[in-house]
């Protein structure tokens, strides 16, 4: 069995617009945030996995370098969707379980503020000559005409089926989930929008895709993130309060969706967490019920409902019943998003699935401030990029 | 009637339109779309199925905000067609959530995207309200 892998030190920029600086500015800002927390230097490390879905340049990880430490150590740029964070992570922990090197760097950017509706793209003009193109054979463009490509209709797909087969939703149903979310981001200073939103609010806002509104879908804006994992090994010869403060990762798992009889016309984005979350409760030896908070992928309300099922945090066919319930509310059992989520929060693509562990840690290490979840000792981040993958990781502080 | 060209491949027109799947021969998952094996069990040889016209609304959403170019508001769903799934608008209905409800009894319908410069006419398709009559 390989040795543990721990957090040693990670950070989160404020999410939001900044005009001024560029991807490789805000990667930099966040590595170098790491690097202090985890009280150790570019020198001390021995792979750099990083991300940048959107920018479109070659070599986020190379660009970074320039700006924190050319050290000739090998860089992946991996590219997961919104997974892409958690791919980084991931890739920094397999290294150094693989027995690479002890120490490993990940980072994940993203600049969006401004960015509109995430979707297939415009559509062209039809030809004046109908010729069948592409896998399909179509001779027109099909979004809009043979369902939607945009990500908030494809969510609301995903949480009115959940609705269809287990009954209890609706359209307000799914508006106090956003309600929620944005009650928590009150708490988080980082959090690119911090306002309070009543469910009027909510439900009057523009609607983007039945039954998601504008404040329900997830908030494009810039931000980095950036985690430094080390062995087990190498943490017992660092400093104590290194070792106080280095949070556990438990389990870390990517997963991709299996084949599912529906999958090809909408994703499936509900094995695959089931997998993920049935591989990482077991790697860490824990059940859901342990878990003192979770961040998961709400980038649209109707998502968050159906990944309460999806990780186990309720009976199966039982989330609308977890939520009525209040359990994911910050005082509730299990509470959900304490950050505010990607509804609030903000989701700067590459970033989120390494902010998401951020949000985790600084409740472990007791260092949350106003909105410290009391005690928390486990908890787990949850990411799903369309395609699909999706990054699972439990967490435990180091006294648990 | 001049001369048709459905919007996809897998739309099959003539007296009675409907979709046409590539079906794997050894486990029966359908495909739309060609593939080069089948993704559930890797054999690599499918046959035609058509697949029936009529089915059941199992998930939807009205989008009113979409790309540059693409007309709102309209109602985009899941069909489950007696087993297999189809992506498709739900038409000649009001686009509101009184209107479509999870679990409407639909049928397959076409429609004309209009004729290019050759004369040939594009038809789509998408699912209706059995009863309605359109």
């Known amino acids: 069995m390989s040795e543990d892998i721990w957090i040693l030190g990670i950070n989160m920029t404020k999410f939001g617009k900044h005009p001024d600086l560029d991807t490789v500015d805000l990667a930099a800002e966040a590595t170098t945030a790491a690097l202090k927390d985890a009280g150790v230097t570019m020198g001390d490390i021995g792979i750099l996995a990083a991300g940048n879905l959107m920018g479109g340049g070659l070599g986020i990880g190379q660009a970074l370098q320039k700006q924190v430490g050319q050290t000739g150590i090998p860089v992946y740029n991996v590219s997961n969707a919104c997974a892409t964070g958690a791919t980084a992570l991931r890739t920094a922990i397999m290294a150094v379980k693989a027995g690479e090197c002890d120490m490993g760097l990940a980072v994940g950017v993203e600049k969006l503020a401004g960015a509109g509706l995430l979707s297939g793209g415009a559509r062209a003009a039809d030809k004046n000559e109908w010729t069948p193109k592409g896998r399909y054979g179509a001779v027109a463009s099909v979004d809009g005409r043979i369902g939607t ?195 609030s929060k903000g989701h700067p693509i590459a970033a989120t699935g390494i902010a998401n562990i951020w949000e985790v840690c600084h409740h472990l290490r007791g260092e949350a401030g106003d909105r410290q979840i009391e005690g928390a000792r486990v908890g787990l981040a949850h990411v799903i990029g369309l395609g699909s993958a999706c990054g699972v990781h439990i967490l435990e502080s180091s006294a648990a | 009637m001049g001369e048709q060209i459905p919007l996809v491949e897998y739309l099959v027109l003539g007296a009675e339109p409907h979709l046409r799947a590539h079906e794997c021969t050894k486990c029966g998952a359908r495909y739309f779309d060609r593939r080069n094996a089948c993704a559930s069990c890797f054999a690599d040889s499918f046959k035609a199925f058509d697949v029936p016209t009529e089915g059941e609304l199992r998930a939807f959403t009205i989008v009113t905000f979409a790309a540059p170019g693409v007309p709102v508001p309209f109602v985009a769903g899941v069909i489950d067609c007696q087993g297999t799934s189809v992506r498709a608008n739900v038409i000649n209905i009001e686009p509101d959530p009184e209107h479509v409800e999870l679990g409407m009894k639909v049928r397959l319908a076409t429609y004309s995207l209009g004729e290019d410069d050759n004369g040939v006419e594009a038809v789509g398709f998408g699912f209706e309200p059995i009863g309605t009559n359109s």
């Open chain 1, 149 to 343: 490509d945009t990500m908030p209709g494809v969510f609301a797909q995903i949480g009115m089926e959940y609705g269809h087969k287990y009954g209890g939703t609706s359209f307000e149903l799914f508006a106090r989930i956003s309600e929620k979310n944005h009650a928590h981001s009150t708490l988080n200073p980082l959090a690119a929008y911090t306002k309070r939103m009543s469910l009027e609010q909510i439900m009057n806002d523009v609607m983007i895709a039945y039954p998601n509104t504008r404040p329900m879908c997830s908030a494009n804006c810039d931000g980095a993130a950036a985690a430094v994992v080390v062995s087990d090994s190498k943490l017992k010869t660092l400093g104590n309060e290194q070792q106080r403060r280095a949070v556990k990762v438990s389990a870390s798992v990517l997963t991709t969706d299996p084949w599912q009889e529906a999958c090809q016309i909408l994703p499936d984005v509900n094995t695959l967490t089931r997998n993920a979350a049935e591989q990482a409760y077991e790697q860490a030896g824990i059940g859901p019920e342990d878990l003192d908070l979770v961040e998961l992928h709400d980038c649209f309300a109707t998502a968050e409902l159906v990944h309460y099922d999806n990780l186990g945090l309720c009976e199966p066919g039982g989330a609308v019943d977890f939520f009525n319930s209040g359990a994911s509310t910050r005082d509730g059992k299990t509470p959900v998003n304490v950050s505010g989520g990607l509804e």
